[in-house]
């Protein structure tokens, strides 16, 4: 089984709809975070968790909410979906007690139509 | 706000060295030089990392200038599977800000 594993794959809503983007985690680590992705671009910060009580936003997190239900997991939320958010989701966690930064999960590619 | 500069893109021929530049001219003491690569549309992977001294690990060398404002990646002997673009973030452990990265194209 996949550290970080995001679900679902692919998802294709419609306009103002609601729809949830889930991550869990079995790495252990307290930091949790959501990326997303445009084409050729870099990733893009969401949201960010540093443990269960904390959440803080990140550099674009309009239109975005989240939810940090157990230190294993973190879900995205887009209370009413719009054509420019679509682009691919990454989760990620951390504790650099490791050294090695970031594990990122395989990605949500969402479509909002 | 990405702290870091790379060139959008750079080829390189199948078994030779791929030297992969960054400059990160504002970077601060406690800041970490990290470097990540990303094939097509996959989770970005960890390729290795480094404060001040030179690092090596089995997928890559890390060189950082003395004054720290610059690094180099360095992938020895280039295969097509390394045809990824390569992030170059600098942080203090808090959260990763991506740029755009460079693509590298391997070629045979």
């Known amino acids: 089984d996949a550290d970080v594993t995001q679900t679902p794959r692919n998802r294709i809503t419609k306009t103002g709809k609601r729809i949830m983007l889930e991550c869990s985690q079995t790495?252990?680590?307290?930091?949790m975070y959501w990326y997303r992705q445009d084409p050729g671009l870099g990733l893009r910060l969401i949201y960010y968790s540093f443990d269960v009580k904390d959440i803080n936003k990140g550099e674009i997190s309009d239109g975005y909410s989240v939810s940090r239900q157990a230190q294993a997991k973190f879900s995205l939320s887009l209370e009413s979906a719009i054509p420019n958010q679509t682009a691919l989701y990454f989760c990620?966690?951390?504790?650099?007690?490791?050294?090695?930064?970031?594990?990122f999960g395989s990605g949500t590619r969402l479509t909002v139509v | 706000d990405a702290k870091t500069t790379q060139p959008p893109s750079m080829d390189c021929a199948e078994g030779r060295a791929a030297n992969l530049p960054c400059n990160h001219s504002?970077?601060?003491?406690?800041?970490?030089v990290y470097w990540y690569r990303q094939i097509h549309s996959q989770g970005p992977q960890y390729i290795i990392h480094?404060?001040?001294n030179n690092e090596t690990n089995e997928m890559a060398s890390l060189i950082i200038t003395e004054d720290r404002k610059s690094s180099t990646l360095i992938l020895p002997h280039a295969t097509l599977r390394d045809t990824a673009v390569y992030y170059c973030i600098v942080s203090n452990f808090n959260k990763f800000y991506f740029g755009s990265g460079t693509k590298l194209n391997v070629k045979p």
């Open positions: 504002t970077i601060s003491g406690n800041e970490y």
């Open positions: 790495k252990g680590h307290d930091r």
């Open positions: 990620a966690t951390s504790d650099f007690r490791d050294g090695y930064g970031y594990t």
């Open positions: 480094g404060l001040k």
